[in-house]
């Protein structure tokens, strides 16, 4: 298994400022992915992250508005910037190691823009 | 691009009683995993089951079992003897198979267990 510490859980946030989330891992991963989750909705995915390189995008998403770091094989960070409304989700983080199907995830960040 | 269908966005069952969610799904691959994901009020993701497409036997964890179609690309999940603590959102996943894929959920289910 894997267990991920992802931080803040929650925040409230002026419109037109960003947020940073983190997301830590215990141990080494393959694989870290982006989710966005809005208010009773699934979650759809927003990114990639790429250790060493840019993050790869899901359609309707851009590095402007999401940039996505991933410095090493157990923490990655996602920004959102500009912050508008619509930006109010949940957003989670997600690993998965290549030799295994489970996807984990962090408990999630609850965003609200205001 | 893999859709994954589910049809129900609420259901109900009694506590000790058994409840089926359907999921179905469009993919053109040959070779996929499929997985029902749990999740609480708590926010926390929970892997319930997981079905490799390639596999005819349905998988079982306990209380939760699947009717895996590949066929009919579908994917439903069996309940039985629910526990209050089974309430919870369940959504259905895709995903391909190799490695560097993420998965693909569908709108979800939310099961509601009563007394």
């Known amino acids: 298994s894997a267990v991920i510490s992802q931080k803040p859980s929650r925040d409230i946030c002026q419109r037109g400022t960003s947020l940073t989330i983190q997301c830590q891992v215990d141990?080494?991963?393959?694989?870290m992915f982006w989710y966005r989750q809005q208010p009773g909705q699934s979650l759809t995915l927003i990114a990639t992250a790429n250790q060493g390189s840019e993050a790869t995008y899901e359609s309707g998403f851009v590095i402007d508005k999401f940039p996505i770091s991933r410095p090493n094989l157990t923490f990655s960070t996602l920004t959102v910037s500009n912050m508008s409304p619509e930006d109010s989700s949940i957003y989670l983080c997600s690993v998965r190691r290549e030799a295994d199907t489970e996807a984990f995830f962090g408990q999630g960040t609850r965003l609200t823009v205001v | 691009a893999q859709t994954v269908t589910q049809s129900q966005p609420e259901m109900s069952v009694q506590e000790a009683e058994t409840v089926t969610l359907s999921c179905t799904y469009d993919?053109?691959?040959?070779?996929?995993?499929l997985f029902w994901y749990k999740q609480p009020p708590s926010r926390q993701m929970i892997l319930v089951i997981r079905q490799e497409a390639y596999k005819q036997q349905n998988a079982t964890e306990n209380r939760f079992s699947v009717n895996f179609q590949k066929a009919a690309k579908s994917f439903s999940l069996k309940i039985s003897d629910s526990q209050l603590g089974d309430t919870a959102m369940y959504f259905c996943a895709f995903m391909k198979y190799g490695s560097g894929y993420a998965l693909n959920f569908g709108k979800g289910t939310s099961l509601l267990v009563t007394p």
């Open positions: 993919t053109s691959e040959s070779n996929y995993y």
């Open positions: 141990s080494q991963v393959t694989m």
